[in-house]
């Protein structure tokens, strides 16, 4: 039997550090791209396949995909898009090239990368593609607008490439994390301090205590699963006769989920803003 290839994006770290690991040593063939070129090296350096690939590029996308194609002979079994990051922040406080450059990387490389790709899976007859979204694509809480929006747009983009990929044996699956242990949040923390201007803000005391909770050493939040638990549902979706359109991961998740559907817009909206408020005390 022919070795199952990937492409995973965002492997530096976290979920897709953890899955790019855990399919390798389940037998597939993976190839694990990140944005910086030391971790590339890092990747290499546990016998992975690794490339660079940073979403925000176009030039580097199209590199990292000839290079595979050219190393399998045109094939590709599986996508697995995973790379992206939190941009913390209110609404009101995110410029135009904020904004703009967290779409770059959560939605916009990822779209390219799967537009890329699926002419590869049409000729072939076969494929799987797998986005790893977020609780926050389901629901919104606040001073998370970007990251938000971005969740979204994936969400809706996937529904329809879903429907429009009807009939053609290529699957696509929609991963919906809570709290999963990983770099996030020192990322986001990161990108808070580069991009918000917390002393012009309206928001600054809410600031103050949000950068607590960013710097928090631990779980950020209950229910913190390892991201082995999203490896599982990968490994489903990768090998299922029958896929799943959504995968739920973390309790968070299924609350919210259920919430979304029973509640009214008034109802949710308290109890988020109650949850948000216990996250930044």
Same mark, same amino acid.
């Given at each position: 039997m022919q070795q199952k290839t990937i492409l995973i994006t965002g492997c530096s770290s976290g979920i897709g550090l953890c899955v790019a690991q855990g399919l390798h040593d389940l037998g597939w063939r993976v190839f694990a791209t990140a944005r910086k070129s030391e971790d590339v090296a890092r990747l290499a350096v546990l016998g992975l396949e @690794?490339?660079? $690939?940073?979403? @925000?590029d176009s @030039?580097? =996308?199209h590199r990292a995909v000839d290079e595979i194609l050219k190393r399998t002979g045109g094939t590709l079994y599986a996508l697995f898009n995973n790379g992206a990051y939190g941009q913390p922040g209110a609404v009101e406080d995110l410029s135009r090239e904020v904004l703009r450059e967290q779409f770059e990387n959560n939605l916009f490389g990822t779209h390219e990368l799967t537009c890329r790709v699926i002419p590869v899976m049409r000729a072939q007859g076969y494929g799987r593609i797998i986005q790893n979204s977020s609780v926050?694509?389901?629901?919104?809480?606040p001073?998370?607008?970007? &990251?938000?929006?971005?969740? &979204?747009?994936l969400e809706g983009l996937s529904d329809t490439l879903r429907l429009e990929l %009807? /009939?053609?044996? =290529?699957?696509?699956?929609? =991963?919906?994390? /809570?709290?999963?242990?990983? %770099?996030?949040?020192?990322?986001?923390f990161a990108m808070y301090q580069k991009n918000i201007d917390k002393g012009q803000s309206f928001f600054r005391d809410t600031y103050t205590r949000m950068e607590n909770r960013l710097q928090k050493v631990g779980p950020a939040a209950p229910f913190t699963l390892p991201p082995e638990a999203v490896l599982d549902k990968v490994i489903h979706a990768l090998e299922s006769p029958r896929?799943?359109?959504r995968y739920y991961v973390t309790f968070p998740t299924y609350l919210f989920a259920t919430l979304r559907?029973? $509640?009214t817009t008034r109802a949710l909206d308290w109890v988020l803003r109650r949850v948000s408020r216990g996250e930044n005390r």
């Open positions: @690794a490339l660079q $690939l940073d979403l @925000a @030039a580097s =996308i926050l694509g389901i629901i919104s809480l001073f998370r607008g970007a &990251y938000n929006s971005s969740k &979204y747009a %009807h /009939g053609s044996n =290529i699957f696509i699956s929609l =991963i919906e994390p /809570g709290p999963i242990e990983s %770099h996030f949040r020192a990322n986001a896929p799943r359109a559907r029973l $509640l």
